[in-house]
């Protein structure tokens, strides 16, 4: 016999397949769990039962999702007679909803001519319940134009729909219904439009509707709240709960897990922790597993551990949050033992236990533990959700794995994943850091609503990839769009000026960081140090380096590197010398310094040096010391430190001495390098005409013609020249051969034949 949503599109096949299916079991009682424990004995339904005996029934099948009962007394409504009675429709709508049969919710309540508020909300509530908020929102606006008016209920559950869609402007259309409808001060209205206001980042929205408020109960204090804690805004949050405590409302257990996850410090835990245990509150699931989560986070290893071993009551949430708080301290084997040990206990794993365990391997650069555990969620059969997908995405990032990538995001899009802003995000990061920038924008465009990640994430990649003009268009387009950038965001902008040596951009991003408050951020000021000298202010960029109170290492090896662009030398490694501890940059800027300031055995002593403060030498700097002797006239010096040094050596290095041999008219060291080149199958175009160009300074002109055609057999291509100019507001870019690829190339080169001719006169 076919079930019930097999016979829906026929309303007459389902009323008569309710029927028989009544004279089959027409015997036959109903014996629940749910049922007995409500009226304590086994009860044989009757035709003669009332409506409100029918739907202390239909409250039972609810209460147990217990769909096969809950068909069986509506089969004896329908015989009843009280098929279109609205206070049973509106539970069994309830009941199919609750039990995901929403298209026989659908049917249930089209049998009903005369709709009511209660079973309009009824429908909405299945709808939303299922996940379907859009086809929610769609039904208000078709049930208003039949002329239904919607109640304080109708617009909150649709107010909490539009905040899990991350739709602002149906928030706002709901919350025009609202003013119209009188129901823009009901509590419950306003607390649903704080949360909406939240969820869509618009937090000074939903400030103002607090503030408003003529009454607030909890939900309200506990709203926005909320409302701070996820913009990152814990100082505001702590000083809201303390106007919340000074009201005279006593905070529950909402307010205890939001206090909770903006905890600042062990101390600060503590405290909650006492006034959790002083309240009663600690013995509710929810809060001691908020309370392991939290210790996890703070790094307090056996606190966590005790609370879990002296929990009376565990759930799956409790292991989740022990596994999740020791992977999140680098403890990986406890981790997986634990996530072994829960299946053994009866607990099974879930989407939630394998997240957490994904994320923290991602976020402590194990990528590959991250992937393996990715694979064993999917050889378990679980479907992975928003948060597993936005988990594993930084580690593909890290691996680029650009196909496992795609995978996900067709995946995603296969399973309704792809819309939620968090995804998207994580795939335009992905994308970027593969090189794949055309399926970045693609999948940036689709996000409607976006947020400071969404935005930075953009120009991050723009700025990683070389598209240095797109990345600084697009932070304009942030600008416009009054998202306040972050300082990932304006360290990315800055790069981008400095890659384009864009002086007037990179004083109009420094403004707004002063206006804003941004240039005391760290990695936005070594930004600053990074893009004046590039862009040839560096006395600019020493201004902010000695305006800054607090430094870390990039910001030293930013100003040492600013020196070493511009041959300074004794001013880089003067600073190099006030460096504590420095590393590999820190080194390799020193050298470039020496190196571009002729300051060969200042080099050669910083370069032995590295031993004593324990950082290894790596090819970058064996290239950099090569480079330095070579350019001192030292060749051989420069070829017996390769040869003899324990860094594998590369094409760089090899290319490095080459240069030195071009300089110093070498031919016997010049071929051995290119021979190294060629052998290691480099593909820099430059090595190959760098010693043909030799070869040809001393006569070998057959030799040379070999090393052209060579790179034709290689398939090594000259890398096409490209310049660029700021005029006004926009960046003009040249490529040479390619003149038509400027719209006024023409009246440009007009212009510069008649400076030609103009400097010929004046010679």
Known sequence: MKPISAVIRNPHNKISFLKSNLLIQSSLSITTDSIASKFNCRTSISNRFSAESYGRFLDACLLSKNLCSGKLVHAKIVIAGLEKDSFLVTKLIGLYSVCGNVPVAEWVFNQVSNCNVFLMNAMIRGYCANGLYQKALDFLEVKMEDGMKPDSYTLSCLLKA??????????????????????????????????????????????????????????????????????????????????????????????????????SSVEMLREIHGYAITSGYERISTVRNSLISMYGKCGRVEEFRWLFDNSTCTDNATWNAVISGYAQNGRFEESIKLLRDMKLVGFDSDVVTYSGIISSFSQNGQSEQAMRIFEELLNSGLKPDIITVASVLPAISDLQYLDKCREIHAYSYRNGLEYDRRVRNALVSVYSKCGSVQDAEQVFSKIMERDVIS?????????????????????????????????????????????????????????????????????????????????????????????????????????????????????????????????????????????????????????????????????????????????????????????????????????????????????????????????????????????????????????????????????????????????????HSFVARDRAQHPEWESLFKMLKGLNEQMKGMG
Request: net charge negative.
């Open 162 to 263: 539009c905040g899990l869609l991350f739709n602002l402007q149906e928030g706002e259309r709901i919350r025009n219904l609202a003013e119209e409808s009188g129901l823009d001060k009901d509590i419950f209205v306003s607390n649903a439009l704080i949360g909406m206001y939240a969820k869509c980042g618009s937090l000074v929205d939903g400030i103002q509707v607090f503030e408003r408020m003529p009454q607030r109960d909890i939900v309200s204090w506990n709203s926005i709240i909320s409302a701070y804690v996820q913009e990152g805004l814990e100082e505001e949050a702590i000083v809201k709960v303390q106007e919340l405590v000074r009201s005279g409302l006593r905070p529950d257990r909402v307010t205890i897990i939001s206090a909770l996850s903006m905890c």
């Open 455 to 731: 935005w930075s994430s953009m120009v991050v990649g723009y700025t990683q990839n070389g598209f240095l003009n797109e990345a600084l268009n697009t932070f304009r387009q942030m600008i416009i769009s009054k998202t306040t950038p972050n300082p990932i965001t304006i360290t990315s902008a800055l790069s981008a000026c400095a890659g384009m040596a864009s002086l007037r951009h990179g004083k109009e991003i420094h403004l707004w960081a002063l206006k804003n408050r941004f240039e005391g951020q760290t990695f936005v000021a070594s930004a600053l140090i990074d893009m004046y000298a590039k862009c040839g202010k560096i006395k600019e960029s020493r201004r902010v380096f000695d305006l800054m109170t607090d430094r870390n290492l990039v910001t030293w090896n930013a100003m040492i590197g600013g020196y070493a662009v511009h041959g300074l030398g004794e001013n880089a490694l003067e600073i190099f010398g006030m460096v504590e501890e420095p590393d590999q940059i820190s080194f390799l800027a020193a050298l470039s310094a020496c190196n571009h300031g002729g300051l060969v055995d200042k080099g050669t002593d910083i370069f032995n040096s590295m031993k004593r403060f324990r950082v290894g030498p790596t090819g970058g700097h064996y290239s950099c010391v090569v480079d330095m002797l070579g350019r001192s006239g030292r060749v051989d010096e420069a070829l017996d430190l390769i040869q003899n040094s324990p860094v594998e050596a590369n094409a760089h290095l090899w290319g490095a001495l080459l240069g030195a041999c071009k300089t110093y008219s070498n031919l016997e060291i010049a071929i051995y390098a290119g021979a190294r080149v060629i052998e290691l199958g480099c593909k820099n175009p430059g090595y190959y005409v760098q010693l043909s160009n030799i070869l040809a300074d001393f006569g070998r002109w057959e030799h040379a013609e070999v090393m052209r055609k060579l790179m034709k057999e290689k398939g090594v291509k000259k890398v096409v020249g490209c310049s660029w100019i700021e005029v006004n507001e926009g960046v």
